[in-house]
């Protein structure tokens, strides 16, 4: 697992940062709208379209603000230059990642890389999860200079490369250990000044003359426009202006206007590492700043001799999990100029950032990571206890540091370290609305329960016969593949076929043999096949009973009033405090929900 991080934000300038890490997350957020210079005004407003392994983050639908990967030929840019998916629906979503069983990220998951011109507030520019060897993406934002002509520098700071944990596979090839990452030197980057259409063309100006190694990137400070090019020509106002940044997992070159990657160059040492930097695009006023160059700081003239310099403060953050040393990875969003986003783990530097006097925020990024809860939030003031400092209201002084210790606190779900089995109906009698329900609730189960080093996931649905659609694994996208793939059928009820394929899948080498097994039974009707309800019945009580006998807890969830509650109480659930009556399908999340955090058992 890989993480990458990149974001972005404005300072009177315009900054984005950059993540990138073994749990392969890219993030990227701006904190800053617009500024206003002693030399004049400047605005600027920022939208971006992000790609990755070929499929594209877009809208679904005009104005909804719901955002999915969405696969070339489904999507269309809008009259704003805005790619949006009319009409792309979850079963053309489902019928794709069929087509394509290996795809990643998978057609119709929620993504956030893209969004439409706006001041910046808190964006993601990437928020990859799992990167790994060969994957490849490329976002092209858009500079929307407004006021004045300005000149333009991308410069990359704060760059950390962080291993989060070890591997076995990883800790037989990292010779530092836990020391630091190795990220860093396998992604590559490169960027240019694009036209609108995310592809590098003969016309278009490369910002490196070659791809730069992660490792690499604060080797220097590339511009978009200063004294030095273009014969000083600055980015004219009124007219947008792109800037493409590709990525590679692995080894890029760029041959010509062709940009390749490849997986060969990145091994084991990279996994569960973090790498994560700042990619700032800073914009100055370019009228009556002529000799402006990017990375030097200009002096304007009349500057008065002898003036004080302010003295800067420090704002610190710890990161502090229960149980201690958690590798569990958190996401932090800043309100305030130059204050930066980051991420912190319990074993990680505390983050400090050294700020110019004023009011600033800090708050742990929403939602949280499956099972934590923030348990407390407590800022000190280097000043004394007449300080009252809060996360939501830092009043910054010149010399003062303060320091917020943020505790989270880790709970088990019920089913911790267990092997679970979804037992799902998709008898004739579901709908399509009720089943886009039921796979909504499952994917928040799957989500609560967090599979991986854990819990282990499968999957059996039933009709008129049962199918073993995911065999027992950790891996969530296979979990979460399993269900969006779910269809609606016009077949029987053969409860049968769903708990005893379940049943062979909890007994297959799959199963671990420390792990309790568990099935989560989720159904709307009376079994009436194989054969006729009579036999149906028994059957499934039989193959409920065989389950018991060999030590698997059932849970049923029985949906609506035409279920018979009795006899699933009676018959196929462990013992009546394992049978939770559901009204209807909207219910199902808070059911499912109450299961995970064992507030219902």
């Known amino acids: ?77 809008d009259p704003a230059s805005h790619p949006v998916a009319a009409d792309f629906t979850p079963a053309e979503a489902a019928a794709w990642n069929t087509a394509h069983p290996v795809g990643y990220p998978l057609a119709g998951d929620v993504c956030t890389g893209t969004w439409p011109l706006k001041n910046l507030v808190a964006e993601k520019l990437f928020s990859f999860l799992d990167v790994k060897p060969g994957d490849r993406g490329e976002d092209t934002v858009s500079l929307h200079i407004e006021d004045n002509d300005v000149y333009g520098c991308l410069d990359v700071t704060n760059v950390q490369d962080i291993d989060l944990n070890q591997t076995q596979p990883e800790a037989l090839v990292d010779a530092d250990g836990m020391a630091s990452g190795e990220l860093a030197e396998n992604m590559y980057f490169f960027a240019w000044k694009d036209d609108g259409d995310n592809v590098y063309e003969a016309n278009e100006v490369a910002l490196t003359s070659s791809p730069v190694k992660g490792s690499d990137l604060t080797a220097g400070i590339w511009p978009l426009a200063d004294s030095t090019i273009n014969g000083g020509a600055p980015l004219a106002s009124g007219v947008t202006h792109f800037v493409g940044v590709a990525w590679c997992a692995g080894e890029m070159t760029v041959v010509g206007n062709t940009i390749s990657c490849s997986n060969q160059t990145m091994g084991n040492e990279a996994q569960t590492d973090l790498f994560s930097a700042d990619l700032k695009v800073t914009v100055v006023q370019a009228r009556n700043n002529e000799s402006f160059v990017c990375g030097e700081e200009p002096t304007p003239s009349g500057t008065p001799t002898g003036t004080p310099t302010p003295t800067p403060g420090h704002i610190i953050v710890d990161k502090i999990t229960v149980p201690a040393q958690d590798p569990q990875s958190f996401d932090f969003t800043t309100v305030g100029i130059g204050y930066n986003n980051f991420s912190l783990t319990d074993a990680a530097t505390p983050n400090d950032q050294v700020l110019a006097a004023g009011t600033y925020s800090v708050s742990e990024t929403l939602p949280l990571p499956a099972n934590w809860v923030q348990t407390s939030a407590v800022c000190v003031s280097s000043l004394g206890e007449t300080e009252i400092e809060t996360i939501a209201n830092l009043e910054l002084d010149e010399g003062e540091t303060i320091t917020c210790t943020f505790t989270n606190t880790y709970t088990a779900p019920c089913l911790d370290q267990g092997d679970v089995m979804l037992v799902l109906d998709r008898s004739g009698s579901i709908s399509t609305s009720e089943m886009n329900q039921l796979k909504t609730a499952a994917l928040a189960f799957v989500t609560a329960l967090a599979p991986d080093g854990g819990v282990h996931m499968g999957q059996t649905s039933f009709q008129t016969t049962g199918a073993l659609n995911t065999q027992l694994t950790g891996i969530i996208a296979t979990i979460n593949a399993g269900i969006t793939a779910l269809t609606t059928s016009s077949g029987f009820t053969n409860l049968f076929d769903g708990i005893s394929l379940a049943s062979t899948e909890l007994a297959s080498v799959r199963d671990r043999l420390s792990a309790p097994n568990y099935m989560i039974v989720i159904t709307d009707g009376n079994p009436n096949r194989p054969t006729n309800e009579t036999t149906a019945r028994t059957q499934a009580t039989n193959a409920a009973n065989a389950a018991d006998a060999a030590g698997t807890k059932i849970f049923v969830l029985g949906v609506g009033s035409d279920v018979d509650a009795t006899y699933l109480t009676n018959n196929i659930a462990t013992d009546a405090a394992h049978y939770f009556p559901v009204s209807n399908y909207a219910g199902l999340t808070a059911a499912l929900n109450a299961i995970a955090t064992c507030s219902a058992n």
Not at 2 to 11: C, D, E, N, T
Request: net charge negative; glycine share 12%; with cysteine.
């Open 1 to 77: 697992m890989k993480r990458i991080l990149i974001s972005l934000a404005v300072i009177g300038v315009l900054a984005t940062g950059i993540a990138l890490g073994t749990n392969a997350l890219f993030t990227s957020e701006a904190t800053s709208t617009g500024n206003t210079f002693s030399t004049g005004g400047v605005a600027l407003r920022i939208d971006n379209v992000s790609h990755y392994n070929g499929m594209t983050c877009a809208e679904i639908g005009f104005g909804t603000a719901v955002y999915q990967w969405v696969p070339a030929g489904e999507w269309a840019y």
